[in-house]
T-cell receptor
């Protein structure tokens, strides 16, 4: 079964600085989708960014970008110009293209220091 | 407004007293799913449904039941709740077959079983 690992339970970053959150996954499939979700204290699950495995180009969404290394099965999230509102729990998620279930990592709690 | 609605948002109850958490979506999604979120474990899938009358077990189905009699509704039933089912629960939905489309999440239900 596919597994998703986030090796950093907690991270902190200074406001306006850049931080990278790590995610690795294990799969034997060639086609799949990867997501980063943000969960603020309100506990909503908010999609940050998505990446299709067949696309070589790394996804970007404003201050958020990913470094997708398919061979290494790595999918890290880079947050540039960190803002106080970025403080949240971040979950990496894997979704198979063949069966419609989603696997989540354990999460990384990001603190942003003013 | 497109949304997934869960009720109740909070519930404190006692061991053995049957309860139902409702989930409804207004986006005509085929796929619906239930997750539980526990510290250090991320979100784990309980059950999912690919369409009306089609349900299947996720990773942690023990102690839970679901039904999908209508496309928009996917209730989670705890027939005899136990303290180890104390958790934060999320319902999610998406279109089937479009793996790159994110799941839409409800706002979560905090269950405490005493």
């Amino acid at each position: 079964a596919q597994t998703v690992t986030q090796s950093q339970p907690e991270m902190s970053v200074q406001e306006a600085e850049t931080v990278t959150l790590s995610c690795t996954y294990d799969t034997s499939e060639s086609d799949y989708y990867l997501f980063w979700y943000k969960q603020p204290p309100s506990r909503q699950m908010i999609l940050v960014i998505r990446q299709e495995a067949y696309k070589q180009q790394n996804a970007t969404e404003n201050r958020f970008s990913v470094n997708f290394q398919k061979a290494a099965k790595s999918f890290s999230l880079k947050i540039s110009d960190s803002q106080l509102g970025d403080a949240a729990m971040y979950f990496c998620a894997y979704r198979s293209a063949f069966i419609n279930d989603m696997r989540f990592g354990a999460g990384t709690r990001l603190t942003v220091k003013p | 407004e497109a949304q997934v609605t869960q009720n109740p948002r909070y519930l404190i109850t006692v061991t053995g007293k049957k309860l139902t958490v409702t989930c409804s979506q207004n986006m005509n999604h085929e796929y619906m799913s239930w997750y539980r979120q526990d510290p250090g474990l991320g979100l784990r899938q309980i059950y999912y449904s690919m369409n009306v009358e089609v349900t299947d077990k996720g990773d942690v189905p023990e102690g839970y039941k679901v039904s999908r009699k209508e496309k928009r509704n996917f209730p989670l039933i705890l027939e005899s709740p136990s303290p180890n089912q104390t958790s934060l629960y999320f319902c999610a939905s998406s279109f089937w077959g479009e793996g790159n489309q994110p799941q839409h999440f409800g706002d979560g239900t905090r269950l405490s079983i005493l």
